[in-house]
């Protein structure tokens, strides 16, 4: 696996997204012992970053990677996030100076480790400026608790002003080939101020890599059931994407999961997915990107897909991003 720099953090091109082991997404919270074959798989192919977040479980899913990573933590590169969850009973989004030490202890402690190596601001949070948000981060890197900072779903103007507190070494964000919202502004600021990105769901909540035509199959429970993408029809009207990513993959000898691995690959240095998967044979696969080569004349085609029909999130959640 080839390595590249988040602001100076080196990791693995393609990390492991763990979230769904515990949350969200159909299967999630079965066979934990699965999930723990997969993260240990993972450290075995040289994919060094994997990313969690208290809030997802909430909670359980930091300890399912505590307890994965027993003996091991040494050899990756171990990001969450934090900010959802109040700990200071404050309604809402939480990302003051008081809420962050508590949280951060308690992410420690579920992760069996002394420090976290990316630790992200999940949300910005609007009661808070992130300046003091970011003066509290900086102060647990200075104590060794926190070596590098981020943030996840921030917009272009809070990301300079974040930085010029203290050095931001990644964002994270949705990006994929039907999310091209970061290449406006975000990827640019990124350019310019030597920030890495991290694409969340690159490969689309699954729908990319070609097994998703519909919603049979899905858990009464899945997040998905309820995403505008795919519903109201626009699952349908996604299909020409994922069938177009098919026929690129066709013609590369690859899956279509790796083919849109590659396509964000192909977009420079400093950019590190995480698709998320529980299974080892779907995390072989995505691994396996790292060595999918596109051609100029494929990207191109690739770049040239039209939008995704449908906001990428229900209404609640598009407030609280690009902040």
Do not use: C
Not at 84 to 110: M, N
Not at 137 to 151: D, Q, T, W
Not at 249 to 276: C, E, M, R
């Amino acid at each position: 696996m080839h390595t590249t720099s988040l602001g100076g953090l080196e990791v693995s091109r393609i990390g492991l997204g763990v979230m769904g082991m515990s949350a969200f997404y159909t299967g999630a919270g079965r066979g934990e012992a699965e999930s723990i074959r997969t993260i240990h798989r993972a450290l075995d192919l040289g994919v060094t970053h994997l990313d969690t977040a208290e809030v997802y479980g909430p909670h359980t899913n930091e300890e399912l990677v505590g307890r994965a990573l027993k003996g091991r933590r040494d050899r990756v590169v171990l990001a969450t996030k934090f900010g959802l969850i109040s700990h200071t009973g404050r309604p809402g989004p939480d990302s003051s100076p008081a809420s962050i030490r508590l949280a951060v202890e308690g992410s420690l402690r579920r992760l069996g480790t002394d420090r976290i190596d990316l630790y992200y601001q999940h949300r910005v949070d609007p009661g808070t400026p992130v300046e003091e948000t970011v003066g509290a981060l900086s102060a647990l890197v200075a104590e060794g608790k926190v070596r590098h900072i981020g943030l996840s779903e921030a917009a272009a103007a809070t990301i300079r002003r974040a930085h010029a507190v203290h050095p931001v070494a990644a964002v994270q964000t949705e990006y994929s080939l039907w999310t091209r919202d970061p290449e406006s502004d975000v990827l640019p600021a990124l350019r310019e101020l030597g920030i890495g990105l991290v694409p969340y769901s690159p490969l689309g909540h699954g729908f990319l890599a070609g097994g998703i035509r519909s919603l049979d199959g899905l858990d009464a429970a899945d997040w998905r059931r309820t995403n505008p993408r795919f519903t109201g029809g626009n699952l349908e009207r996604n299909l020409r994407i994922a069938d177009e990513v098919r026929e690129v993959a066709d013609d590369v000898g690859a899956t279509p999961a790796q083919v849109a691995l590659a396509w964000l690959l192909a977009q420079g240095d400093g950019i590190a997915p995480i698709p998320g998967t529980k299974r080892v044979a779907r995390l072989e696969e995505n691994s396996a990107a790292d060595g999918t080569r596109l051609t100029a004349a494929q990207i191109a085609r690739l770049d040239q897909l039209a939008p995704a029909s449908g906001d990428r999130h229900a209404p609640p959640d598009m407030e609280v991003i690009d902040r």
